[in-house]
């Protein structure tokens, strides 16, 4: 079997899994947390692991889900997320689904890996000329969505794409308020924004620089509102995994106020922690 080094990159989609080094079998990579795949075999890993996270699913999901992960892969191609490529955040939101919230709906799964498509590159998603308005592209990207995968897909897309907001208004405050109105009526979309938001705010730690304090701003917020809304009883998740989600939220919230109650104790150069 070909091996790759440690954060090469491969492919869209996956075929066999590349075991990066004589440690990661595939029972080792499924007892890994994500950010340690992410840190020591970068996208390769990531993808292995939804490799393995997803043999569960009979071949037509696969599929589905191949088609989600090569498209997002192609639409993500050129973004970055501090050290990485942008696309190990959108593999970590999908695998966190499955693995720690137990969800096994694809049509969800597909939405994770499709959660900032629309928002980030709906001229590309549609279609449509790169300077197309926001106005115009973000429903035709839906429709696209729709088209690809189902309007159940693309529903619990925009369910999760931000507005385009007003520039005299507070952005994070809108940002809340969005997500205050359009999750209260799209349960599982619940489920994957509460995904991302580990991602962003629990995993504050592996940000760098000024994005730090940013991010600790943005996101510290929004730990009442994830309190109110995994606590549900329509939010479609165990009560093991609403246990668990709780505790990420009491660790996302020690790190947001050990960076914006004690500043001084947080280098803006390397990351927290």
């Known amino acids: 079997m070909e091996r790759a080094r440690p954060g090469a990159t491969e492919p869209s989609g996956w075929g066999d899994p590349v075991y990066l080094d004589v440690m990661a079998s595939p029972t080792y990579l499924m007892t890994m947390p994500l950010h340690a795949v992410t840190e020591v075999y970068g996208e390769a890993g990531l993808r292995d692991r939804f490799g393995l996270e997803t043999a569960r699913f009979d071949p037509v999901e696969r599929d589905r889900l191949a088609a989600a992960l090569d498209l997002a892969g192609t639409l993500h191609r050129d973004d970055r997320r501090v050290r990485e ?15 720690y919230y137990h969800v096994t709906d694809v049509d969800v799964i597909v939405a994770a890996l499709l959660h900032d498509a629309v928002e980030d590159h709906p001229a590309e998603l549609a279609g449509l000329p790169a300077d ?29 794409t931000n507005p385009e907001y007003d ?68 939010t479609p998740l165990s009560a093991e995994v609403r246990t668990h989600i709780f505790g990420q939220l009491d660790l996302a919230e020690e790190r947001f ?17």
């Open 167 to 234: 520039p005299d208004r507070d952005r994070n405050e809108q940002y809340r308020a969005h997500l205050a109105e359009s999750l209260d009526r799209e349960p599982w979309a619940r489920v994957i924004k509460v995904s991302d938001f580990t991602d962003n705010g629990v995993g504050v730690i592996h940000t760098t620089g000024d994005k730090v304090h940013r991010s600790a701003r943005k996101y510290r917020p929004l730990v009442p509102l994830f309190r109110d809304l995994v606590s549900r009883p329509d």
């Open 132 to 160: 197309t308005s926001g106005p115009v592209a973000t429903p035709a990207a839906l429709a696209a969505v729709a088209q690809r995968f189902n309007p159940r897909v693309a529903r619990l897309v925009a369910a999760v």
């Open 85 to 99: 490529p942008y696309v190990n955040h959108l593999l970590r939101v999908a695998i966190r689904i499955i693995c």
């Open 257 to 273: 106020a050990a960076i914006l109650d004690d500043p001084q104790d947080v280098p803006a150069s390397r990351p927290v922690g």
